[in-house]
């Protein structure tokens, strides 16, 4: 409040000064060149004492210099000399005369200036609403532009500052007025400027509703972006789950079906069965019953990782011990090559011996029935990799990401698997602070890593 | 003993296996296959009386087979369906399959519905069909009950009679409004359902309870004898 106060009182005293300055140098000029020309023709000169003020301060000011000139000129100039009075009744007029033209002029000028100041607004304003148009629409996020629009819409209105709220109108901070910002037919948000302070009335009244229908093109423009992302989101995710729906529900309705079928043909009388038809129903009910189980379990393992509740205890182990055990485990032997190192890792065990059973059978599973999956163990000074090398028929470039999404299946690999063993290979790898990947050439068969960080040995132990 | 030939066609092996050992039981001759390919291959090697079919094949869709077999063959075709494969059963059905049975299924029905087909293998074409105590005439195309006139408009009185002359097969949407209605309709199911309800309730006890013309939800109707239901 105060500062603006003392801001026009210290304008107000400049323009004395110079006023006086003005008229004071004006008179002197007319005092060195009037022992050239008749005195009375100089009084015109005063104009370019009061021109310059009226442009600069306006009419106000200009009109008292007017005064102020024409006395000067009287009392300096005019006989006789260093009085008000006049001898010549015919200086009266003259005097009038350049009273009344210093008047006039000056309304001129001052007339011109407000003019060119309000031109000089009104660019400023239209070019600042251009900019932020160009701005918003190129897309800028509307909340991060605010501070900015607000600093700059200070400006326009001639206050120190101005702070942008988005949204229904709040408690103004202290020390600030609330103006609103209108677009149509609802509140846009508010713009809060310093309280006391006295925006430029005209340019409120014309550049905040422009402003505010600006802004509210913006909201709307966000608003609109964030509801289509959130839909395509839903979209995604309905997609997802379908998908999953349709992939659990045949995985489950097949061992079912197989079962169902098997137990209503052994219960039902009127049915003759051989001794060997029986025992390939019983095959399909232990086959099928052992499927839906695994899947169950692989369900049950997913949900778990996917909420992460499948915490590791962690032990250390060396890792060629786990991928032997995991070999065994799939009873597979004589199937798998294992070379390499024999590297120290801190994982849970079981989790740990899944992810590696789970790529050796997948590696198995693609295979060609006679061919040997190697597994090879390397270690760094950081990590230890295992690698899962099939002969199968490779990975697409595509399919290397891929495949370890829930329910993937490769190629024409209909009947094995519910498509979650490397899902969940990855799942368990994560949780042991490792990861798994795939590389392959398609022709060249697949290779799937196992990336685990190697427990530093103590010295001691290092003999 | 060799019973009817029925070609069993699935991609899963231990259902393909149990329902091996099932039809066996139940005295019919079984060929198999996994394959769209093996079963057409079959079905030209050893004509079945009967085929049962899983929609989802490795190498293409049940809907396919069928059309094909029914190309050269009159063998009643059985689909294998599961929830979540609404139109590709209905796409099979309209592709000429004969029934369908829903995954996983109870021997007794599928064997009940084997049964069915293969005692239907021709449409009824006398002048006069039986059902329950219906009579239709279709040369006079009039309807009676234990004598008494029943007066149908010419759409219900085709309707009942396409029923009839295929009793006990399922029939689709699409199948009854091309015969009733001509072969340029197909997708106006309304129609149908309401010039069912006004049939049923002209020719049924309790039209609220249809024994004689029966809804399969979703796939379309099927006329049975109100006594062997």
């Known amino acids: 409040v105060c500062r603006v106060k003392r801001r026009s009182r210290r304008d107000l005293l400049v323009g004395i000064a110079a006023s006086i300055a003005a008229v004071a140098v004006v008179t002197a000029v007319i005092a060195l060149v009037k022992q050239w020309v008749p005195v009375l023709s100089l009084g015109v000169l005063y104009v370019f004492a009061v021109l310059p003020i009226a442009v600069v301060w306006g009419l106000w000011l200009a009109l008292p210099v007017s005064i102020a000139s024409m006395l000067a000129f009287n009392w300096f100039f005019l006989p006789p000399v260093h009085t008000f009075t006049l001898a010549n009744s015919e200086n009266w007029f003259a005097l009038a005369v350049y009273l009344a033209t210093a008047v006039v002029v000056s309304e001129l ?11 000089e607004q009104r660019e400023h304003e239209s070019s600042l609403l251009a900019e932020l148009a160009t701005e918003l629409l190129r897309g800028r996020e509307l909340g991060d532009e605010l501070g900015e629009i607000g600093t700059r819409t200070a400006g326009v ?24 910002l209108e677009a149509a037919d609802r509140t846009v948000g508010t713009i809060y400027v310093p309280a006391g302070s006295d925006p430029n009335v005209a340019a409120r009244h014309r550049f905040l509703p422009a402003l505010a229908a600006l802004l509210a093109v913006a909201v709307d423009r966000d608003r609109l972006e964030r509801e289509a992302l959130e839909a395509e989101a839903l979209r995604r995710s309905d997609l997802v789950k379908t998908a999953l729906l349709r992939a659990v529900s045949h995985d489950l309705r097949s061992p079912l079906t197989g079962i169902r079928t098997a137990v209503g043909a052994l219960r039902n009388p009127t ?33 778990r990782l996917e909420a992460g509740g499948a915490a590791p205890e962690a032990e250390v182990w060396s890792l060629d011990d786990l991928v032997r055990e995991a070999i065994d485990a799939l009873d597979a032997r004589d199937r ?22 789970n790529l050796i059978e997948n590696a198995l599973k693609f295979s060609p029935p006679d061919a040997r999956v190697h597994v090879r163990i390397t270690a760094t000074r950081k990590e230890a990799i295992v690698r899962v090398v099939d002969q199968g028929p490779g990975l697409a470039e595509n399919e290397l990401e891929r495949v370890f999404e829930p329910f993937y299946r490769r190629g024409s690999d209909t009947r094995s698997g519910a498509g979650l063993g490397l899902a969940i290979a990855r799942g368990f790898a994560a949780a042991n602070g490792g990861r798994v990947w795939a590389e392959s050439r398609p022709g060249q068969g697949a290779t799937f890593a196992l990336a685990l960080p190697v427990v530093e040995v103590p010295a001691e132990l290092q003999a | 003993m060799t019973g009817q030939r029925v070609l069993v066609v699935d991609d899963e092996p231990q259902i393909l296996r149990a329902l091996r050992a099932t039809l066996r039981g139940a005295g019919y001759t079984v060929e198999s296959a ?14 079945p009386e009967a085929v049962i079919l899983d929609l989802v094949l490795p190498d293409g869709n049940g809907t396919d087979v069928c059309r094909e077999l029914r190309s050269w063959s009159d063998a009643p075709v059985i689909v294998l369906s599961a929830v979540g494969e609404e139109k590709e059963k209905i796409a099979a059905l309209d592709a000429g399959a004969d029934d369908y049975v829903t995954k996983p299924f109870s021997v007794d029905e599928l064997l009940a519905r084997l049964r069915a087909v293969l005692r239907r293998l021709a449409p009824e074409s006398g002048p006069v069909i039986e059902v329950g105590d219906l009579e239709i005439d279709v040369a006079e195309r009039l309807v009676t009950r234990a004598g008494e006139r029943i007066k149908l408009t010419p759409h219900e009185f085709d309707l009942l009679r396409v029923l009839a002359q295929n009793r006990g097969k399922l029939l689709t949407h699409r199948m009854l ?53």
């Open chain 1, 336 to 357: 798998v090559e294992l070379a390499g190192e024999a590297p120290l890792v801190n994982v849970d065990a079981t989790q740990i011996q899944r992810v590696l059973a």
């Open chain 2, 177 to 229: 409004l091309r015969e009733v209605w001509g072969p340029a309709y197909g997708d106006e199911a309304h129609y149908l359902h309401v010039y069912v309800s006004h049939l049923r309730s002209k020719i049924e006890a309790d039209p609220s309870k249809p024994r004689i013309v029966l809804t399969e939800p979703g796939a379309g109707y099927r006329l049975v004898d109100p006594e062997s239901s």
């Open chain 1, 157 to 180: 209105l001639g206050v120190d500052n101005a702070q942008i709220e988005l949204g229904a109108q709040r408690r103004p901070p202290p020390g600030t007025s609330p103006h609103l």
């Open chain 1, 109 to 119: 000028a001052a007339r011109a200036r407000r003019r060119a100041a309000a031109a």
């Open chain 2, 34 to 47: 996994e394959t769209a390919q093996g079963a057409l291959t079959a079905a030209a090697a050893h004509p």
């Open chain 1, 271 to 303: 049915l003759h069965l051989s001794n060997e038809d029986r025992l390939e129903l019983l095959e399909t009910i232990d086959l099928d019953s052992d499927r839906l189980s695994r899947l169950v379990g692989d369900l049950l393992d997913l949900s």
